[in-house]
């Protein structure tokens, strides 16, 4: 059975070009010919010699660089004005230029995929948990609950002096909040003005703010039937 070798890790004829270019350390723009063509046709004879099987795209190139170097070595015909001839050897720099550059790209391309290697993807997480959920029904905004406690506020019963008697009785957050959620617990709706049963600054403005944290909280459901209706409290289902 016959067996085909890449010619010590030569990719291609090119390939094997550019090693022998940069074993004699010169520059592609100045090589030549005749010395290239002796040094690549030695390198596939050592080849032959060894019994290795060559691919055919090694045989073509080193037929086109005897075909090169003759014609090179053959007087050149004048040509004809306006008449262009192209020049075998720039032709093979500018091949040679161009393996060289898809080389350095496959190179980094290569280099890119090892340093990938090194990264493990992390499975993608189930945030369902944290998604936000609205306690606010469909086309209710925050600031609708605003205008409700303004409308509130400006009711004529409330622009009557308020009860200013000193006292020393305190209202907390916390405990209006379950007293709030008691009675929404209790009735299952309820109007947004009624919750304001005491005529005292500090229970309404109380009163208002344990509204906002029970909502941030999703604790109760904001909703409105209608534009312009009276603000109703829910239980969060």
Not at 20 to 25: A, D, E, G, T, V
């Amino acid at each position: 059975m016959d067996y085909c070798f890449t010619i010590d890790k030569f990719s291609g004829p090119l390939d094997l070009l550019l090693h022998l270019i940069k074993q004699s350390n010169i520059d592609i723009y100045d090589i030549k010919i005749e010395q290239i063509t002796e040094q690549y046709l030695d390198y596939i004879k050592k080849m032959e010699d060894l019994n290795l099987n060559i691919a055919s795209s090694y045989l073509v190139m080193a037929a086109e660089l005897i075909e090169m170097k003759a014609s090179m070595l053959l007087p050149k015909p004048e040509l004809v004005e306006d008449e262009y001839e192209e020049d075998p050897k720039e032709k093979l720099i500018q091949r040679l230029l161009e393996y060289q550059h898809y080389k350095d790209i496959t190179s980094k391309f290569h280099e890119l995929e090892l340093d990938r290697q090194e990264y493990f993807t992390k499975k993608s997480s189930d945030f369902d948990e944290f998604q936000s959920v609205s306690t606010l029904a469909d086309g209710i905004e925050l600031t609708d609950l605003i205008k409700a406690f303004e409308k509130f506020l400006n009711r004529k019963e409330i622009e009557k002096p308020l009860n200013t008697k000193i006292t020393t009785k305190e209202y907390s957050i916390t405990l209006r909040s379950k007293q709030i959620k008691d009675i929404i617990k209790k009735n299952k709706k309820v109007n947004f003005q009624e919750l304001f049963d005491i005529r005292s600054k500090s229970y309404i403005v109380v009163t208002f703010l344990s509204v906002l944290v029970l909502a941030k909280n999703k604790e109760l459901k904001i909703i409105q039937d209608n534009n312009f209706e009276d603000i109703l409290l829910c239980e969060v289902e």
